[in-house]
């Protein structure tokens, strides 16, 4: 079956790293996704990774993936308000093609 | 240009009407997405349509019905919608249905249904 699952709500100072964590159960997915969503706004992609991958950095972002544990994290390093949004993590699978698997988000609150 | 755009930003209708959203981009893309977002909850697939054609229906009722009147443009036809309609519709587009793994989200239309 599919499901994706995230913690809810996350509190982090500013300037400190964020970690938010991810568990999705489909052995059979080819891509794993971080979008940010911000109040009243649409879904932004903020990184993939393949699934034979381990890891994926981008600037502040550092991707890690546990695929035997079936675990996904997202690292935001020196965090800043205007990171505070709803991360989602997704998975696609691979008998869909596009069939995208959402998780419920975590909401990131940055304190000054 | 990495924008996909929709319009109008709020729509308010009332159960009897019709209305439509629309979403544009213009990056090549062949394939494009509808999503429906309810209040605090994940995005979930609507429609996907590839090169203009309806590849998958996700068991969405007869009220919404797509049409890709040609590869930029993707609308979503509204008719005798219910108040638990109300939603944020998010559009989104990929190069191909193959490369699903990029899929560019517009803003959204946010509906209320009376």
């Known amino acids: 079956g599919e499901d994706v699952e995230q913690s809810l709500f996350l509190s982090v100072r500013e300037g400190d790293s964020s970690v938010i964590n991810c568990t999705y159960t489909d052995s059979s997915s080819t891509y794993l996704y971080w979008y940010k969503q911000e109040p009243g706004a649409g879904l932004q992609l903020l990184t993939y990774?393949?699934?034979?991958?381990d890891m994926k950095q981008d600037q502040r972002l550092t991707v890690l993936l546990n695929k035997k544990d079936k675990h996904l994290s997202l690292r935001i390093a020196d965090t800043q308000t205007g990171d505070s949004a709803i991360y989602f993590c997704a998975e696609s699978i691979r008998t869909y093609g596009q069939n995208f698997v959402f998780g419920p988000g975590t909401r990131l609150s940055v304190l000054p | 240009d990495t924008e996909v755009t929709q319009t109008p930003k709020h729509l308010v209708m009332g159960m009897t009407n019709k209305k439509s959203l629309k979403c544009e981009q213009h990056?090549?893309?062949?394939?494009m997405y509808w999503y429906k977002q309810k209040a605090k909850k994940p995005p979930e697939l609507m429609f996907v349509?590839?090169?203009?054609?309806?590849?998958i229906n996700e068991s969405v009722p007869s009220r919404f019905s797509p049409e890709c009147p040609n590869s930029s443009l993707l609308n979503l036809h509204l008719h005798a919608l219910q108040p638990e309609d109300s939603a944020l519709y998010l559009c989104?587009?990929?190069?191909?249905?193959?490369?699903?793994?990029?899929?560019?989200f517009g803003p959204g239309t946010r509906l209320t249904v009376t």
């Open positions: 990056m090549g893309h062949r394939a």
């Open positions: 989104a587009s990929s190069q191909t249905r193959t490369s699903y793994y990029e899929q560019y």
């Open positions: 349509y590839s090169y203009e054609k309806l590849s």
């Open positions: 990774i393949f699934s034979n991958m």
